[in-house]
């Protein structure tokens, strides 16, 4: 049986027994001055390598988990955030050359403007014929695989004009934009233009408007 501790509540001597002394053989109080004392219980020691492991397991795995339900609770709002991203450069590239005309940035020209009520988006084939069932959004997040398959976007305005998707390769990475038409299928209503990686003040400026601005108006066929 293991032994009890008590304590002298006056001398503070430790005496081990089953029961506490009649009196303290250091100062001579009671057996009623002392206190028995309760064995502490042992707990991780938070210096060791074990516990430093585990708890920062414990965080590796909280934190994963809740960026992973962060992550998927933003994901909806984030493809539409892309979504509304493209309907507006297409909306851009079409009322970029009235912009131009009525001195007033585009974006705010197209601020009253509602996409869903003046755009027709679809798909066609090499010869022209549309292609259905074919999600033309889905298409724009592989352009050049898409017209490797032979299926081309477009974005036909109720006016007549038409907005072609474009898509290379810059100098440190992709560009891509939106090409406006008029109703000729010949002069250039407008552009818009984006990278991922271009020189700032160099190839960057293809996304500025004062170098789109360029492109309204002009042919992109000579004569015949």
Request: charge should be negative; proline fraction near 4%; hydrophobic fraction near 40%.
């Amino acid at each position: 049986m293991a032994k009890k501790q008590f304590k002298c509540n006056v001398c503070g001597y430790i005496h081990e027994g089953a029961s506490a002394p009649d009196t303290c053989p250091v100062c001579g109080v009671a057996a009623s001055e002392f206190t028995e004392q309760k064995a502490a219980r042992k707990g991780f020691d938070t210096n060791s390598n074990a516990y430093i492991v585990i708890y920062s397991t414990v965080m590796v795995v909280i934190v994963a988990t809740l960026l992973a339900l962060a992550a998927l609770g933003l994901q909806k709002r984030q493809a539409e955030n892309e979504l509304n991203e493209k309907k507006q450069s297409i909306l851009l590239s079409l009322y970029a050359g009235d912009a131009v005309k009525q001195g007033v940035p585009a974006e705010e020209l197209i601020k009253s403007v509602k996409y869903d009520e003046v755009i027709d988006a679809y798909v066609v084939d090499k010869e022209g014929n549309r292609i259905e069932g074919e999600n033309v959004f889905a298409l724009l997040n592989d352009l050049p695989g898409a017209y490797e398959a032979g299926k081309f976007p477009l974005f036909e305005a109720k006016d007549g004009r038409v907005v072609i998707p474009v898509t290379g390769m810059g100098l440190w990475g992709p560009v891509w934009g939106y090409v406006a038409l008029e109703k000729d299928m010949n002069t250039m209503a407008g552009i818009i233009m984006a990278h991922k990686g271009e020189t700032p003040g160099l190839g960057a400026e293809i996304a500025t408007s004062k170098f789109q601005s360029h492109f309204i108006g002009k042919q992109i066929f000579e004569g015949d």
